[in-house]
């Protein structure tokens, strides 16, 4: 009403077609748009001194701020001969301006019953009602202001249809919704907000391609202008219409603009760790993705990429950071996001995997690519060949069984890694595997390899305990001149326990035979391994050949036979207890 009156004013003061005439004129059309945004109609009229609002009585005297301006408006009605005055919301600016340029015609005196009329029909101002009462009124008042009979007479509204904007309104809307959108904010008008997006958006796919483009990039653009306050309650009201006019549209080009503005949607949903809503919205985009690739639609490439651009470096972040959280509810949100991305989002998955030190987050991370299938789980394989850094190898061998025990391949280039942290890994992996192929490469590895490599295979051998591996340990212990090669072998033979390597361990004990008449004795440190690992094996066999070595000259060597000498009479004392206990019985 404010800008009403100033129209009004300067009207009396300038020509139609001056800029401050022209500029008054717009502000007035524009805030009717705003509060059309709200209800169809705005009606205001008068009876007596009274105004009513779509015919609710507005009371003035208790709006001190606003009686001059409700005042003003009256008195400009009874000079121009008008009861009431209507505006539609199909109202165009150019009907705006023919109103104000027949009020500024009108030089005093009376105004005939039908001048409004005759101007509404020559003038087509279909968006504007002259002295007719779409609201009906029953204003039978006492001198307090309320109904004769005291009952409270509440108005009845009989709207006009609501048609769809007419494409002068959709346009000004468009022009104006960054504008009107920061304006309802801070009135906090949300469901005047949630009006206007539907006035924006349905039947969007209708429109002409340019439209559809310009109303796209005008949403995307106003979450990008609104105050941070702002942006979540924008995207909550946004995001259904949004995703309905996706599910709607055909065109691909428009297809494609929409899902990016959508995944703009989500990466803001994220920041803000909500991701019920952004798992919905990337729910949708699966879903039609998924159908684009049933039919082999090119489109579906186009909205993989999409998907994929909604989880930036920054999103990524923090996506890890809430897998890495200790709170398991941002553990389950997180998780369930990416699981809803599916195939779609192994990329992401893989580079999670590599980077990541935690072992929990790639632990969740790999769960979640082998749900992607196959083919993303290839992937994850074929990095370890692609010369990525060992880093980046290690942590994928920590999870790679996660995904799939078919690792032949890349478990034999890890043993032969220069990088003894690749090689611990791959060791890991043979142990947590316990596969009869990976034993098998392991050996082969170690009959033709020397050096660390070779070393950790034998270790690993040894930790497997498979009973294959005794002979190869066997052979190479008697065959090797790499003393930490044999002293691994020792080891092994040790941790397998079995009786068939208590001789080769006991020729290592003693002197062996170099010329024919020289005899070469082992180095301290092979020997007190040969006798540690002899200790290792429970059987009758290796207590019995410790007795030779009680007394001899190597302190750790004669330790050694006399712990298991003492261990396998205790052993035997034992034994014989529980026999007579038993035999008592």
């Known amino acids: 009403m404010r800008s009403f009156v100033g129209a009004v004013n300067t009207i009396k003061l300038y020509t139609l077609k001056s800029g401050a005439a022209a500029e008054a004129i717009k502000n007035l059309t524009e805030k009717l748009r705003l509060f059309f945004t709200r209800l169809p109609v705005l009606s205001l009229s008068k009876t007596g001194d009274a105004l009513l609002l779509n015919g609710e009585k507005i009371d003035i005297a208790e709006m001190a701020s606003f009686r001059g301006i409700a005042d003003s408006f009256l008195k400009h009605l009874e000079d121009v001969g008008l009861e009431s005055l209507t505006f539609l919301n199909t109202v165009t600016l150019n009907q705006m301006n023919t109103l104000f340029g027949a009020f500024g015609s009108i030089c005093g005196g009376a105004v005939s019953v039908d001048h409004w009329q005759r101007i509404a029909r020559e003038r087509e101002l279909t ?72 006035k924006l958006l349905t039947g969007l796919e209708n429109r002409v391609t340019p439209i559809r483009k310009s109303v796209l990039g005008t949403c995307g653009e106003a979450l990008e202008k609104l105050d941070l306050a702002f942006q979540h309650d924008y995207i909550k009201l946004l995001a259904d219409p949004l995703l309905s006019a996706f599910n709607k549209e055909e065109e691909p080009k428009i297809i494609s603009e929409t899902a990016a503005v959508l995944s703009r949607l989500v990466g803001h949903l994220i920041l803000l760790a909500d991701y019920p809503l952004a798992s919905r919205i990337l729910l949708n985009l699966r879903k039609r993705y998924q159908k684009f690739k049933a039919a082999k639609d090119p489109q ?32 389950q949100l997180a998780a369930q996001l990416l699981e809803g991305l599916g195939a779609v989002v192994a990329p992401l998955l893989v580079d999670t995997i590599k980077q990541e030190e935690d072992y929990r987050v790639r632990q969740t991370a790999a769960l979640l690519l082998r749900k992607a299938g196959a083919k993303a789980i290839e992937g994850l394989k074929h990095q370890l060949a692609s010369g990525i850094g060992a880093e980046e190898r290690r942590r994928i061998l920590d999870i790679i069984d996660t995904l799939t025990r078919d690792v032949r391949s890349e478990f034999a280039l890890a043993v032969a890694d220069e990088n003894p942290h690749v090689r611990e890994a791959a060791y890991r992996l043979a142990e947590r595997i316990k596969d009869k192929k990976t034993v098998e490469i392991l ?34 212990l008697n065959s090797s001149r790499d003393e930490q090669l044999r002293i691994a072998c020792c080891r092994a033979l040790g941790q397998l326990g079995k009786p068939g390597g208590i ?14 008449f020289f005899l070469e004795r082992q180095s301290a440190r092979l020997r007190a391994e040969a006798a540690l690992a002899l200790g290792q094996i429970t059987h009758p066999m290796a207590a019995k050949n410790f007795a030779r070595f009680i007394n001899d000259d190597d302190p750790t060597v004669r330790k050694l036979a006399r712990r298991a000498l003492e261990a396998d009479a205790s052993s035997a004392l034992s034994q014989r207890q529980k026999s007579a206990e038993t035999s008592a019985h």
């Open 443 to 476: 050996l082969d590895f170690v009959k033709s390899h020397n050096g660390p490599q070779a070393i950790g295979a034998i270790e690993c051998l040894g930790r497997l305990g498979s009973e294959d591996v005794e002979e190869t340990l066997i052979e190479l």
């Open 127 to 198: 968006g504007i009602l002259f002295n007719q009462h779409l609201y009906e009124i029953e204003v039978v008042q006492n001198l307090n202001g309320h109904p004769a009979d005291g009952s409270e007479v509440p108005p009845t509204f009989s709207p006009p249809e609501d048609p769809r904007l007419s494409q002068e309104q959709f346009d000004e809307l468009a022009d104006n919704f960054a504008g009107y959108l920061e304006e309802m904010f801070l009135i906090d008008d949300q469901d005047g907000i949630a009006h206007m997006i539907g």
């Open 503 to 516: 001789e080769t361990l006991v020729g290592v004990l003693l002197p062996r035979r170099k010329f024919l």
């Open 300 to 331: 579906a490439i186009m909205l993989a990429s999409v998907m994929r651009k909604s989880l930036e470096p920054r999103t990524h972040r923090l996506l890890v950071a809430d897998l890495r959280s200790d709170d398991p509810s941002r553990q």
